[in-house]
């Protein structure tokens, strides 16, 4: 079993930076790979990243803006996302899955946290 609590969103302008955490709790943290996913409103939810062993793996609309990174001895995974655009609003999840996590393999969720970026 895997808890998984979201930290760091807000509310900023478009070009702003933001840091997105997800600490996750378990003894198995390390054997599952970790990724974010993200759903705008009236949207699907959309991959983002994820960090995979020997991989670090995009979306298409955030590849050179975000940057995931994973702590195992924090249990920990963060995404930093620079140059940030209006589009780019929506509530931001953390994942916890396998090594397709990027098709939908995921095995836990956490609840969410909201980023809103003004133009």
């Known amino acids: 079993q895997v808890h998984l609590v979201e930290s760091g969103g807000g509310l900023v302008q478009a070009g702003d930076s933001l840091r997105l955490s997800c600490a996750a709790s378990?003894?198995?943290?390390?054997?599952?790979?970790m990724g974010w996913f993200r759903q705008a409103p009236g949207k699907e939810r959309e991959f983002v990243a994820a960090v995979i062993p020997g991989s670090r793996l995009y979306g298409d609309s955030v590849k050179g803006r975000f940057t995931i990174s994973r702590d195992n001895a924090k249990n920990t995974v963060s995404l930093q996302m620079d140059s940030l655009k209006p589009e780019d609003t929506a509530v931001y999840y953390c994942?916890?899955?396998?090594?397709?996590?990027?098709?939908?393999?995921?095995?836990?969720w956490g609840k969410g946290t909201l980023v809103t970026v003004s133009s």
């Open positions: 994942a916890a899955g396998g090594r397709l996590i990027r098709d939908g393999a995921v095995d836990y």
């Open positions: 378990g003894r198995t943290f390390t054997s599952y790979a």
